[in-house]
T-cell receptor, first 115, second 114 residues
Framework: KNQVEQSPQSLIILEGKNCTLQ??????????LRWYKQDTGRGPVSLTI?????NTKSNGRYTATLDADTKQSSLHITASQLSDSASYIC??????????????FGTGTQLKVEL | EADIYQTPRYLVIGTGKKITLECSQT?????MYWYQQDPGMELHLIHY???????EKGDLSSESTVSRIRTEHFPLTLESARPSHTSQYLC?????????????FGPGTRLTVL
């Protein structure tokens, strides 16, 4: 069964600090991995997407890494801001054609940035 | 900001009522999806559609039904709501020719059944 596990489950950091969120997956075959940001009461918004051949990708203060050999990804947030407070969800696609179940979602890391 | 809309945003109803959650997108996407998400839990796919007159059930069994009469509209209906249906419902869409299948999500409907 395809699974995506994220850690930590929740995290509190001070504004201006950096943090790293982890994602481990067992999805086969692997197509791509996304990080989404979900604000409370809102739908998820895509931050980054990486395919098998990509090791790192940045989007502003967000940098995602992917190690396809160990099936691990991380999301690094630099110089955190209060607006970064949200749930960060790791989503892996199995790339199979047909059917709707191409995406496996993690439960997310709940990040809170405080003054 | 994705052009995908959901109404109502919040709904509190009594057991046994029939409800329809609306979802519409103005991006011309062929694929649309409905997810159910409980607090602190992962999203579960309950329905999807690859185009007009196409609807399929997702991974999570659901008593809801969907229809796709128009490309831009993908409503979800519960014939008789129960407290177990209390959850957040998220609608999403993606383009048919998008090889990465990036899904754009609506803001969600928070449903509470008393």
């Amino acid at each position: 069964k395809n699974q995506v596990e994220q850690s930590p489950q929740s995290l509190i950091i001070l504004e201006g600090k950096n943090c790293t969120l982890q994602c481990n997956y067992t999805v086969s075959p692997f197509s791509n991995l996304r990080w989404y940001k979900q604000d409370t009461g809102r739908g998820p918004v895509s931050l980054t997407i990486m395919t098998f051949s990509e090791n790192t990708k940045s989007n502003g203060r967000y940098t995602a890494t992917l190690d396809a050999d160990t099936k691990q990804s991380s999301l690094h947030i630099t110089a955190s801001q209060l607006s970064d407070s949200a749930s960060y969800i790791c989503v892996v696609s199995d790339g199979l054609t047909g059917g709707g179940n191409k995406l496996t979602f993690g439960t997310g890391t709940q990040l809170k940035v405080e003054l | 900001e994705a052009d995908i809309y959901q109404t109502p945003r919040y709904l509190v109803i009594g057991t046994g009522k029939k409800i329809t959650l609306e979802c519409s997108q103005t991006m011309g996407h062929d694929k649309m999806y409905w997810y159910q998400q409980d607090p602190g839990m992962e999203l579960h796919l309950i329905h999807y559609s690859y185009g007009v007159n196409s609807t399929e059930k997702g991974d999570l069994s659901s008593e809801s039904t969907v229809s796709r009469i128009r490309t831009e509209h993908f409503p979800l209906t519960l014939e008789s709501a129960r407290p177990s249906h209390t959850s957040q419902y998220l609608c999403a869409s993606s383009a048919r020719d998008n090889s990465t299948d990036t899904q754009y999500f609506g803001p969600g409907t928070r449903l509470t059944v008393l």
